[in-house]
């Protein structure tokens, strides 16, 4: 068993931590305040070779591995947290499902376009009656001709998306469910009015009525659900690094805070009280990081195994949330103010904690896992 990064990796996270350095970290607090998609990001990601980093060069993907993905996510966030949102979406989720399911006609038309920084794509799973219980999605898809007619209601995905991923029922029971992908502008497709997160990132209702979907824009039919699951264990590694990161950053300015800033005539990081909270975040921030490791290294390049990816969301959510909120207690009132980014990862760290699958769901998860058997969330049956 080896604990260190191979040379390759150290040489890549060299390289990607000078690049957001030089591109990104001048403007980090303005781009976590703006009301603005960071688009331009996305472009010069495309053009440092950051999106697509684990999918095949033949896609016009960079051929590497999801620890890559992970140190992309750990070197951009450090610099700009905002930008980390850009990773995500251009290496984990449901770019790696398209990549994976799509034709190529398909790879070129939604794909390709992502990977050149031209476009964002926004997975549309959530409704108004379906959140942890997923599988009760309603978004109807009836067969019209070769094409589909697709009625229903999404909340929660980013409204500045260019394309949808939009998880569909084309019948009853689980593999009644699979995915289509559909453009803004699209008739009958409407984008509600976007609202905010407590993050700050805006999200938007998104209303489908009798949308034709053309057969070419079906990605998975029935019993696609299963495989677009995988697809979102790959998802829940980026959630995990993104609050690892955030938790990463704050313990960062927070620790330098503590060397300079005087109180009593005396550094904070000389008051044991704070010493204690320093050490406590350490411990959290590496035994996260080992555990989301784990489950990059031992993905192949396909899809991460789910227990170990679910231990690893739960971890890093806890500790990425954890971490930012006592930085933010060791910085004092700037901490609370909109100086310095702390407060930022604090309110996106608490978003994790419930989106890509909440705290709850991952541990309802991992007790199947430690007992063997499956723990149905619905209520019994009654008997007839
Ligand atoms: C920041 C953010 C970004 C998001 N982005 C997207 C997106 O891009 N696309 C998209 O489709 N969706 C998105 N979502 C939605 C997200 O996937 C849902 O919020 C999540 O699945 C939870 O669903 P819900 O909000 O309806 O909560 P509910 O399912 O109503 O749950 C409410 C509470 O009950 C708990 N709970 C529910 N069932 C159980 C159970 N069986 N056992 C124990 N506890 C339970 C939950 O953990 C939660 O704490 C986003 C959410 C957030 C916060």
Known sequence: MDFALSAEQVAFQDAVRA??????EADALARAHSEEFPRDVAKKMAAAGLLGITLPEADGGQG?????????IEEVALACPRSADLIQEGNFGAIRVLARFAT????????????????????????PEAGSATTDLATAAIP?????????????????????????????????????MIRRGTSGFTIGKPAKFMSGAHWAPLYFDNVYVPPEDVLLGSGGFR??????NAERIGNA????????????????????RKQFGRALCEFQGLQW????????????????????????????????????????NQAGFEVANEALQVMGGLGYTQETLVEYCVRRTRGWMIAGGSIEMMKNRLAETIFERRFSQRPPRRAQ
């Open 241 to 260: 690094a993104r609050s690892l990161a955030f938790g990463r950053y704050c313990f960062n300015l927070a620790r330098d805070y503590a060397l300079t």
């Open 104 to 127: 190529e006609d398909q790879k070129k038309r939604f794909l390709a376009p992502i990977l050149r920084g031209e476009e964002i794509i926004a997975v549309a799973m959530t409704e």
């Open 277 to 316: 909270k320093f050490a406590d975040m350490k411990v959290k921030l590496d035994a996260a990081q080992l555990l989301l490791y784990r489950a990059a290294v031992n993905a192949d390049r396909g899809f991460p195994a789910a227990d170990e990816t679910t231990i690893a969301k739960l971890m890093c």
């Open 227 to 232: 495989k677009q699951m995988a697809g979102f």
């Open 19 to 24: 690049f957001a350095k030089r591109e990104l």
């Open 144 to 180: 019209d001709g070769t094409g589909y007619r697709v009625s229903g209601t999404k909340v929660f995905p980013n409204p500045h998306a260019d394309q949808f991923l939009v998880y569909v029922r084309y019948g009853p029971g689980v593999d009644g469910i699979g995915s289509v």
């Open 64 to 72: 590497g591995t999801l620890m890559d993905a992970v140190l992309a």
